[in-house]
């Protein structure tokens, strides 16, 4: 069974600056899918970004990009120039794959990211 | 991008009655749905996998009859908790994996469950 590590309960940055959700996870697999998602105040799950892991270069989405170590199983979250909007609830998730696709997500449990004015 | 419609968004119902949520994809095919249970504060738990045309595939500890799930479509899957008890209550999630792009799950908006 795969595990997901995010080890900061709540971070709090100011408007602009940059900052990084660590997350670390286990498993034997070879192949697998990693994800960060947003959960803000509403609930709805947004995809923030995403990393298969037979690629070795790091994902980038706009403002925010990963640092995917595979040997060390870490899959970190940079958030540059932060904006207010930014303020939710951060997840770290992992997916199998199997032949149909990524399979059901393990979810780490979070960490809550406000941004202060 | 990709829409998934959930249904309702909440439900109060008594102890005893069957409560059934609906899961959408509005603009993709989806072979596959995901349902998830997230209780206060705490994160995602999957529940189960739902193929279409095929039995549901239940993670370890949730129990298949009292939470039931069909996918008849490849647009629609349900999940109907079965003789709600008051610790059913809680925020149930579904996510549908897009047929083409194989990677990427689509969740829903969310239900709130309360058994009174």
């Known amino acids: 069974a795969q595990t997901v590590t995010q080890s900061q309960p709540e971070m709090s940055v100011q408007e602009a600056e940059t900052v990084t959700l660590s997350c670390t996870y286990d498993t034997s697999e070879s192949n697998y899918y990693l994800f960060w998602y947003k959960q803000p105040p509403s609930r709805q799950m947004i995809l923030v970004i995403r990393?298969?892991?037979?690629?070795?270069q790091n994902a980038t989405e706009n403002r925010f990009s990963v640092n995917f170590q595979k040997a060390a199983k870490s899959f970190s979250l940079k958030i540059s120039d932060s904006q207010l909007g930014d303020t939710a609830m951060y997840f770290c998730a992992f997916a199998s794959y199997s032949g149909g696709g990524a399979d059901g997500l393990t979810f780490g449990k979070g960490t809550h990211l406000i941004i202060q004015p | 991008g990709a829409v998934v419609s959930q249904h309702p968004s909440r439900v109060i119902c008594k102890s005893g009655t069957s409560v059934k949520i609906e899961c959408r994809s509005l603009d993709f095919q989806a072979t596959t749905m995901f349902w998830y249970r997230q209780f206060p504060k705490k994160s995602l738990m999957l529940m189960a996998t739902s193929n279409e045309g095929s039995k549901a595939t239940y993670e370890q500890g949730v129990e298949k009859d009292k939470f039931l799930i069909n996918h008849a479509s490849l647009t629609l899957s349900t999940l109907t908790v079965t003789s709600a008890h008051p610790e059913d209550s809680s925020f149930y999630i579904c996510?549908?994996?897009?047929?083409?792009?194989?990677?990427?799950?689509?969740f829903g908006a969310g239900t709130r469950l309360s058994v009174l």
């Open positions: 996510s549908a994996r897009d047929q083409l792009a194989k990677n990427i799950q689509y």
């Open positions: 990393q298969e892991a037979y690629k070795q």
